[in-house]
């Protein structure tokens, strides 16, 4: 390591294991938050996706762990807590290289594995435990796992973890955790709803660290748009940017239903294609990662499960098949290429009805997603005819239909013949019959 881990005082195991594992040059985040870490402060930390942060977290709170005297009686030191399982899996992984040189363990408990293994592996008294909030709090209710002597809480992926509605069951969990103990969280946003209260619960005087630009697209990732006319032509698009490729490929969908059709649908087609998404069990959607990251498949089909924590080395181009719902999707989704100073494109499949949505994603990101159109495949569609100053579709003024009044019932009643109006007397011409004249007592 170069610059300032180079000059940290680490324990000898993780200065092995960072040799060995031969990182390059520490990212922004790393540069500021690991001093911070060290000196034990708790930390609110802010970075895009893809800037090294799981290595900023996991390095000091290893350190705190080896360069002090370990309890006897067992239980977990240092526990983090992330969304995903997916993410879950990447930390644990970054972990157990970290430790490589030691003799601390680090497991993982998740969703949708054997409660009672789970179990099994806590009575082997983990250092460390990376956990998704709702299995974790399992545990800690039917007493299986002990944080009683936790010395450093990680949230990872806080903002997300809001999303996801944990908010309540974090916070439970900090609930048997120790007050003394240092807590990092660490968020895409340091103003995302509900974050300041979350904080305010856990951490004692936290330092605020931001890297980098939150809403800045990486430089290193090349932004295309290919319009479509419709499903069918959005799946030959697909296959075709598919076809003749053998590197590794992401495509995103917005449902799961959509992505399973697309992982069948290129299957189908003599591709190697897996497919992701929140329903299949942990070990399916492990062995589907696996392939990906040993060349068993080149395509993998997802739905926004595996925008997050999903790092796997050499993905060279992200398809939006379906276009994301928000600009921090977007960014979040094409982060899976473009990693570690490697280069990567990202696709936009986007039809009529998506034009408007693209216009904000680039005006929210600050990009241009070139335009690009694959031979006898170009659509129909265009662009839209008339747009407004901001390059959304501007469309023909509907007119506002005119109130109809309103009819009483008592307005719609049979009426009886009408009065004839009273006519006017007429002049005295000489022929009426003479009037007798009123007495005016008066005059009397």
């Keep these: 390591m170069t610059h300032v881990l180079e000059n940290l005082d680490l324990d000898r195991s993780l200065q092995l294991a960072l040799e060995e594992l031969a990182f390059g040059q520490p990212t922004a985040v790393q540069q500021d938050v690991i001093p911070l870490a060290l000196a034990g402060a708790d930390l609110r930390v802010s970075a895009p996706t893809g800037s090294g942060k799981t290595l900023a977290y996991l390095l000091p709170g290893l350190q705190a762990l080896l360069g002090n005297t370990l309890p006897t009686g067992g239980g977990t030191l240092m526990l983090v807590l992330v969304p995903t399982r997916e993410l879950a899996r990447q930390v644990l992984k970054s972990c157990r290289q970290l430790l490589a040189k030691s003799s601390l363990r680090a497991d993982a408990l998740t969703g949708g594995a054997d409660f009672k293994y789970q179990k099994s592996l806590l009575r082997k008294n983990p250092e460390v435990v990376i956990a998704t909030p709702g299995r974790l709090l399992e ?183 379906d276009l994301p719902r928000s600009g921090d999707d977007y960014l979040h989704r094409t982060g899976r290429t473009g990693r570690a100073d490697h280069k990567g494109t990202a696709i936009s499949l986007v039809s009529a009805a998506d034009w408007n949505l693209m216009i904000s994603i680039q005006r929210y990101l600050k990009i241009e997603m070139e335009p690009r159109s694959l031979p006898g495949l170009k659509a129909r569609y265009a662009g839209p005819k008339k747009m407004k100053s901001s390059g959304k579709a501007s469309g023909s003024k509907k007119k506002t239909p005119s109130a109809k009044k309103k009819v009483r019932a008592r307005d719609t009643k049979a009426k009886g013949k009408p009065r004839k109006p009273p006519t006017a007397r007429p002049a005295n011409d000489g022929f009426a019959p003479l009037m007798k004249r009123r007495r005016d007592p008066d005059k009397d």
């Design 139 to 321: 545990h800690c209710e039917h007493r299986s796992a002990d944080l009683s002597g936790l010395r450093v809480l990680v949230i990872d992926e806080a903002d997300r973890m809001l999303d996801m509605g944990f908010r309540d069951d974090v916070l439970k969990i900090a609930a048997f955790c120790p007050p003394q103990r240092q807590t990092l969280l660490l968020s895409a946003t340091l103003h995302a709803r509900g974050l300041g209260d979350m904080s305010a619960a856990l951490q004692k005087d936290p330092v605020a660290v931001s890297c980098g630009d939150i809403r800045a697209a990486h430089e290193s990732i090349h932004h295309q748009r290919i319009l479509a006319d419709s499903q069918d032509h959005k799946d030959k698009l697909l296959l075709a940017l598919l076809q003749d490729s053998g590197r590794k490929q992401l495509v995103f969908a917005n449902k799961r239903s959509t992505a399973s059709r697309l992982a069948d649908y290129l299957r189908h087609h003599g591709l190697r294609a897996g497919c992701l998404h929140g329903e299949m069990s942990t070990e399916e959607r492990k062995a589907i990662v696996t392939r990906f990251e040993q060349g068993g498949v080149t395509t993998v089909t997802a739905s926004d499960v595996a925008a997050r924590g999903l790092d796997i080395q050499g993905i060279d181009t992200v398809i939006n098949y």
